[in-house]
């Protein structure tokens, strides 16, 4: 269905403006690298406290993922993105305001409720406003979104570095974005499909009306209210044998994505560049706005390729390059002490090129493929597993990095990401389907059909497959 020129221009307006919390994702995730450097100047801190006030977000987001399916469908997209808005400003209020560390901590955890509320929502929201020829792009741009979030932060660390309480500022200016979201979400529409799931339809139409060529709205409508008088999914039923493979590649996903080591930089680049030999605090800040700059253009290059090239080509590289830039990073550490300092500028293009081939692979691809893999019955169930996972795992990589540092030394420490790369490497080599240019229903269709993970993406139905297609149970 085409969307008129205006109508399209509203959905980008309104997606824009969702994907603030994207936005606000990055920025409160990537923030805390240079805050950090200036939270100990005001307070004792020990190598845990540190983790806690990196990882207090991260707490908050897999708490806040856990709840997000549920509050969504009861309250609604719109009051859940307005609620999001509201934990978005309190929490920043009280981080930047507080007087002791655990202030700082219910700050941030209020923060990681938000963003991991946000980060299930605003997907959501999106695809569902959005019209079906432009879905994948409007997905992909929230990912822009928490890239230019994170980019944001880096240079809001840079700018206040010469300033006293810098810290709080850093986290303080937060504020702008989250009010935009609160001011933007108390005009924007509900989702339709929600309305209808609510019984109101009228509500809907309207909607839709503005979204919509006035000729497509019945049949828009009809398929709506279709795709809801089938089965409605139970929690048990994503423990089903036939749903189990793509539920397990979904975690396993959320696994590699952070198990890779990723917000190892991006949530302590300068601690790693200060490591490295780059000694002064600001010119590690300056290095690391080179991060979030890279990561936003490699980002970009994956919004137009992903479809051009195809999901597998772009994973199987990004993860080669990764583990070499990891394994490259693991023996400058190594010969560190030589104080060669050629060996300081070779971490810094380990760290980069680790960046780009992230961006344009992983990072893009895992919010892509979670939202492509699951049957549309339980989509909602099993993408707050994924995201969950997610969540999780970047709180259990980013909780336990600076102890990993003291214990096992950079050297040892990179080595293991490297190594978990490696094998991430070979899973995705054999087990990741081709999802490019295959309807949604097709993949689910392949699922159905108990297709191995690798061939789910296949465009062409297979014959002599399993005659008999597993049917959720229907609840009255
Ligand atoms: C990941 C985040 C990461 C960001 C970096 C996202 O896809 O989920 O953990 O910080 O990419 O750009």
Redesign the pocket.
């Known amino acids: 269905m085409e969307a008129t020129s205006t109508s399209r221009s509203l959905v980008f307006l309104i997606s824009g403006i969702a994907a603030m919390a994207g936005l606000l994702f990055?920025f409160d995730?990537?923030i805390i690298s240079g805050a950090l450097l200036f939270i100990e100047n005001d307070f004792i801190l020990s190598i845990q406290m540190k983790e806690w006030i990196v990882s207090s977000v991260l707490f908050g987001a897999m708490t806040g993922s856990l709840f997000s399916g549920k509050l969504t469908d009861s309250v609604g997209r719109r009051h859940t993105m307005l609620l999001i808005s509201g934990l978005f400003i309190s929490g920043t209020l009280i981080a930047s305001l507080a007087t002791t560390v655990s202030l700082i901590l219910v700050g941030r955890l209020i923060i990681g409720l938000a963003i991991g509320i946000g980060?299930y929502t605003a997907p959501l929201y999106i695809a569902e406003i959005s019209p079906v020829q432009l879905r994948g792009a409007l997905v992909s741009l929230n990912?822009l979104a928490?890239?230019i979030g994170?980019l944001t932060s880096y240079l809001i660390n840079y700018s206040f570095t010469h300033s006293h309480g810098s810290w709080r500022w850093m986290f303080g200016i937060g504020i702008i974005p989250a009010t935009l979201l609160s001011l933007g979400m108390i005009f924007l529409p509900e989702s339709p499909r929600w309305l209808i799931k609510k019984n109101q339809t009228r509500r809907a139409i309207d909607i839709l009306q503005k979204l919509l060529p006035k000729e497509t709205i019945v049949h828009e409508v009809a398929s709506i209210k279709h795709s809801l008088q089938t089965a409605k999914p139970r929690f048990r039923d994503i423990l089903s044998p036939w749903i189990r493979p793509v539920l397990f590649l979904g975690a396993l996903l959320g696994f590699i994505?952070?198990a890779t080591g990723?917000?190892t930089i991006?949530?302590y680049a300068p601690t790693i560049f200060k490591l490295a030999g780059f000694h002064d605090t600001s010119s590690s800040i300056l290095a690391t706005i080179g991060i979030g700059v890279v990561?936003v253009a490699a980002?970009i290059f994956a919004v137009f390729y992903l479809d051009q090239l195809g999901r597998r080509p772009l994973l199987i590289t990004g993860l080669i390059g990764m583990a070499l830039s990891l394994l490259g990073l693991s023996l400058v550490f190594l010969f560190i002490d030589a104080n060669l300092p050629s060996l300081r500028w070779i971490a810094m293009g380990c760290t980069f090129s680790f960046i780009i081939c992230?961006?344009f692979s992983?990072?893009?691809i895992?919010?892509l493929v979670v939202s492509e893999i699951f049957p549309l019955d339980l989509r909602g169930i099993a993408m707050s597993v994924a995201v969950f996972s997610?969540w999780f795992w970047?709180f259990a990589v980013s909780s336990t990095f600076l102890s990993l540092l003291n214990t096992l030394g950079p050297s040892h420490t990179f080595l293991l990401y490297a190594i978990l790369c490696v094998f991430s490497l070979i899973f995705c080599y054999y087990k990741i389907p081709e999802t490019c240019g295959v309807t949604l229903e097709q993949i689910e269709e392949n699922i159905r059909n108990r297709l191995p993970l690798r061939q789910i993406g296949q465009p062409i139905r297979p014959r002599n497959i399993g005659t008999k297609r597993p049917e959720l149970q229907t609840t009255s």
């Open positions: 990055g995730t990537g980060s990912q928490i890239t994170i994505q952070q990723i917000n991006i949530y990561n980002t992230f961006a992983l990072g893009a895992l919010w997610c970047n």
